[in-house]
């Protein structure tokens, strides 16, 4: 057999050739299938996007002038009675929620053998805090001066100061405590 190209022109295989440019071709060719479609498929889902979003709009419009008309038909005197309302159903609520059995085992447990507790009041001040105003009764100055610093110890009342101090009939110092009561507040 002879092994040697003996032709004019000589044969050169260029099906592998082909077969690489037809593969690419292909490939190629499907690229373009597909990125034609992704490209619709992005053109109709913007389309839809733009006429949902326009939509959104309208509606957000007309929720705008809604409201609008809802806060112009809106009647101030009327907020102010409802809104006075609400206040004294806090208020009313606060003073259930008050326990008058816990201020006076606190007072127990702080009170010198010289001083006597006369009255409590206590009452809401603007930051709805528990005011109470406390009358009690004394052999001497020290005495009340050693029941508010018992007081200040537990943590429980806050700015306490005497707001009068004077002799009674009975030679016994009468003095009006005024302090802020936060039980949450207590030291274990």
Known sequence: M???NLSTRPFYNERIVNLWLMVLALVVVAATIMNVMQVRYDSGTNTELASQASQDEARAAEFRRTAAQLRASLDAHQIETVSGDAREANDLIDRRTFSWTALFNRFETTLPDDVRITAVRPSLDREHRIVL???VL?????????FMS???ETGV???LFSTQERPNEDNQIESILQMVYTPEHAHP
């Open 2 to 4: 002879i092994r040697t």
């Open 133 to 135: 105003t406390v009358t």
């Open 138 to 146: 004394a052999k001497s100055v020290s005495d009340i001066t050693e």
């Open 150 to 152: 018992r007081l200040d």
């Open 157 to 159: 009342f806050r700015d």
